[in-house]
T-cell receptor, first 114, second 112 residues
Framework: DGGITQSPKYLFRKEGQNVTLSCEQN?????MYWYRQDPGQGLRLIYY???????QKGDIAEGYSVSREKKESFPLTVTSAQKNPTAFYLC?????????????FGPGTRLTVL | GEDVEQSLFLSVREGDSSVINCTYT??????LYWYKQEPGAGLQLLTY?????DMKQDQRLTVLLNKKDKHLSLRIADTQTGDSAIYFC????????????FGSGTRLLVRP
């Protein structure tokens, strides 16, 4: 059953702690993305990766870090430097060079800082 | 600059048609997308249209693109209560980043 999985679904963190959100895909997609969604707003791009061992900052990368050691995995770390980390985080993936560059999304992780 | 705008809210009666509108600013857009988000869930791809097309129909969904006015619309025929959700318009930018620029979403409420 192909798709994108994110874990955990809900995550609680104390202020000052780093936390890592998981994103895995078995669609054999080259590119993966992390977005942040705040209530009543659209999605904002945090980081993206088009190939293993390479990634680029998106529009709101400050306070976040990523790695891309495997094609199917793109974990996001929310560091203590992120001033307002409470949000809904969405991971997506797409095939590079397919023409449409259509992005498919995971179910999301809701992060709450206590 | 890149910007995508949508109206915030739309309410329709069950069985009527819904039309959700979107405007975008980047004339180099290649594809334009419509996604659906139900409460607490990820985004589900509904349909997309290539920028050199005027219209695309897929079952109850009709996408219209007016490239001159940079206006995109999604029409849902025979709207059902299960169509209640937030609908996002997004454009892909013709550069090397494969980025999508999203609107802030239109909340569709279908009344019985």
């Amino acid at each position: 059953d192909g798709g994108i999985t994110q874990s955990p679904k809900y995550l609680f963190r104390k202020e000052g702690q780093n936390v890592t959100l998981s994103c895995e895909q078995n669609l054999n997609h080259d590119a993966m993305y992390w977005y942040r969604q705040d209530p009543g707003q659209g999605l904002r791009l945090i980081y993206y990766s088009q190939i293993v061992n390479d990634f680029q900052k998106g529009d709101i990368a400050e306070g976040y870090s990523v790695s891309r050691e495997k094609k199917e995995s793109f974990p996001l770390t929310v560091t203590s430097a992120q001033k307002n980390p409470t949000a809904f985080y969405l991971c997506a993936s797409s095939m590079v060079g397919s023409g449409t560059d259509t992005q498919y999304f995971g179910p999301g992780t809701r992060l709450t800082v206590l | 600059g890149e910007d995508v705008e949508q109206s915030l809210f739309l309410s329709v009666r069950e069985g009527d048609s819904s039309v959700i509108n979107c405007t975008y600013t980047d004339s180099s857009s290649t594809y334009l997308y419509w996604y659906k988000q139900e409460p607490g869930a990820g985004l589900q791809l509904l349909t997309y249209i290539f920028s050199n097309m005027d219209m695309k129909q897929d079952q109850r969904l009709t996408v219209l693109l007016n490239k001159k006015d940079k206006h995109l619309s999604l029409r849902i025929a025979d709207t059902q209560t299960g169509d209640s959700a937030i609908y996002f318009c997004a454009e892909s930018i013709m550069d090397s980043s494969y980025k999508l620029i999203f609107g802030s979403g239109t909340r569709l409420l279908v009344r019985p």
